[in-house]
């Protein structure tokens, strides 16, 4: 038996001019946020042709809410599909760096997550998660588009249950009192 308080739920009201949703505000923007999530498009090898395929009009990846981004800059999910070279792992961490704030990986394909047939490579890393922070794995290779999608809503699921405001509290810039005591008002 789990002792964590229940969840308050988000309540909608209908009213003649529109809605109201009430809830707790970290329920309210994991919503908006779980609904817009945005992935890099960029591939290291063939898995690339599978993430290609999952913004396809087969598996239309967009009716969740996942739209590809060119960008690290504008990209909430980074997908490392196909094999890693040592020689573009730096590039792998430069574009992670790049990303904003918060970010999510998935290992797409056996050799993004263990280096997969080229294990015994001198110039292959033997994983992802020896570069960056690997939120979700798919095994295959390489993995269809439909479980690329279901890896996607898995980030979906992880996004709606974090405390956004608990994560975000260190990182918010401090109030500033507009009027501090003792200033003297210009007129």
Known sequence: MTTDKPERELVVEAGPEGGLVVGPIDRLLNL????????????????????????????????????????PRQADVMLLAGTITYKMASRVRLLYEQMAE????????????????????????????????????????????????????????????????KKAHGKLPQPVDPWPEGAELHR
Not at 136 to 163: I, N
Request: charged content about 20%; some cysteine; aromatic content about 10%.
């Open 32 to 71: 908006a946020r779980k609904h817009s999530l945005w992935y890099m498009l960029f591939g290291t090898a063939c898995c690339a042709i599978e993430l290609m395929q999952t913004g396809g009009p087969r598996t239309d990846a967009d009716r969740f809410g996942m739209v590809f981004r060119s960008t």
């Open 102 to 165: 918060y970010r999510y990986v998935i290992a797409m394909g056996s050799c993004a997550s263990t280096g997969g047939l080229f294990q015994g490579s001198y110039a292959v890393v033997k994983g992802g998660d020896l570069i960056v922070p690997v939120d979700v794995y798919l095994p295959g290779c390489p993995p269809r588009p439909e479980a690329l999608v279901e890896g996607l809503m898995l980030v979906q699921q992880k996004m709606e249950r974090e405390p956004w405001l």
